[in-house]
T-cell receptor
């Protein structure tokens, strides 16, 4: 079954702290794709990263980093030295190659960065 | 480029009314989809299309209808609006379904009273 779990509904941290958003997925496919999207208070959805199941290399982009671990079916997202502008809802998503039409989203984690 | 354009941005309907949410993209993407976003529920897939003339159901298709007569357009029809359809609706498109980045419209906030 295709499923994404973001157990953290809401997180608050003080500015400049590091924060990790968890994402656990379920799939029976060996080929699948994982995504993170950001939804700032303005409401639009912004693509952050895409990973395929054959690429377990962790990625860093500025203050953002992603840890993909197939052994634990997790694709966690870390923001280093958080800033107020990072306040948003973050969604993890999964699509399976056998059903690559469907992108299924988790319920999202609302992140508050406090000044 | 306009990207993905949704209209209207806001809409209030009375129970039982029908309406069509419009979605158009100018990126020549084959794959288009509709999601609804409700508090605490994330984004749930309503319907999707892998190309002109082809549509399929997502997670929550009941009460909605779609068609895809052109690559550019993917309208979502509410047949008989119900208060449970009060939500924010997002249209998205991508080049290769779930294998590539999805581009989202700005959303339509629909209230059914």
């Amino acid at each position: 079954a295709q499923k994404v779990t973001q157990a953290q509904t809401e997180i608050s941290v003080v500015e400049k702290e590091d924060v990790t958003l968890d994402c656990v997925y379920e799939t029976r496919d060996t080929t699948y794709y994982l995504f993170w999207y950001k939804q700032p208070p303005s409401g639009e959805l912004v693509f952050l990263i895409r990973r395929n199941s054959f690429d377990e290399q962790n990625e860093i982009s500025g203050r953002y980093s992603w840890n993909f671990q197939k052994s634990t079916s997790s694709f966690n997202f870390t923001i280093t030295a958080s800033q107020v502008v990072d306040s948003a809802v973050y969604f993890c998503a999964l699509s399976e190659a056998s059903r690559d039409d469907k992108i299924i989203f988790g319920k999202g984690t609302r992140l508050h960065i406090l000044p | 480029n306009a990207g993905v354009t949704q209209t209207p941005k806001f809409q209030v309907l009375k129970t039982g009314q029908s309406m069509t949410l419009q979605c158009a993209q100018d990126m020549n993407h084959e794959y288009m989809s509709w999601y609804r976003q409700d508090p605490g529920m994330g984004l749930r897939l309503i319907h999707y299309s892998v190309g002109a003339g082809i549509t399929d159901q997502g997670e929550v298709p009941n009460g909605y209808n779609v068609s895809r007569s052109t690559t550019e357009d993917f309208p979502l029809r509410l047949l008989s609006a119900a208060p449970s359809q009060t939500s924010v609706y997002f249209c998205a498109s991508s080049t290769r379904g779930g294998r590539t980045e999805a581009f989202f419209g700005q959303g339509t906030r629909l209230t059914v009273v």
